[in-house]
């Protein structure tokens, strides 16, 4: 029903920047948080930011100051603007949607590989 395609991962040497975007399409009547987790090799899954409809966020301490989510929802697309890269932040990065009203449902991309060199 919602399919979630993320872009713009990719290698950047440390202290460079990337953005993702993800763009949600499908049928739905409302998206409320997106948000971006990531996963690295031999690691769970943690959340790296959320953005709710009205705008509110969250941060993982570990990128406060240095990424930057934002979202447009009238093109519904979230982005993750990631400046001072580094070599602990290489990872797939996934993006999140929370859908419904009554009804919550998550769905995910299929993930995106951002790799930072030292």
């Known amino acids: 029903q919602v399919q979630l395609v993320e872009s713009g991962g990719g290698l950047v040497q440390a202290g460079g920047s990337l953005r993702l975007s993800c763009a949600a399409s499908?049928?739905?009547?409302?998206?409320?948080?997106m948000g971006w987790y990531r996963q690295a090799p031999g690691k769970e899954r943690e959340l790296v930011a959320t953005?709710?409809?009205?705008?509110?966020?969250i941060y993982a301490d570990s990128v406060k100051g240095r990424f930057t989510i934002s979202r447009d929802n009238a093109k519904n697309t979230v982005y993750l603007q990631m400046n001072s890269l580094k070599p602990e932040d290489t990872a797939v990065y996934y993006c999140?949607?929370?859908?419904?009203?009554?009804?919550?449902?998550?769905?995910w991309g299929q993930g995106t590989q951002v790799t930072v060199s030292s």
């Open positions: 999140n949607a929370n859908v419904g009203v009554v009804g919550s449902f998550d769905y």
């Open positions: 953005i709710g409809s009205g705008g509110r966020t």
């Open positions: 499908g049928s739905f009547f409302r998206i409320n948080a």
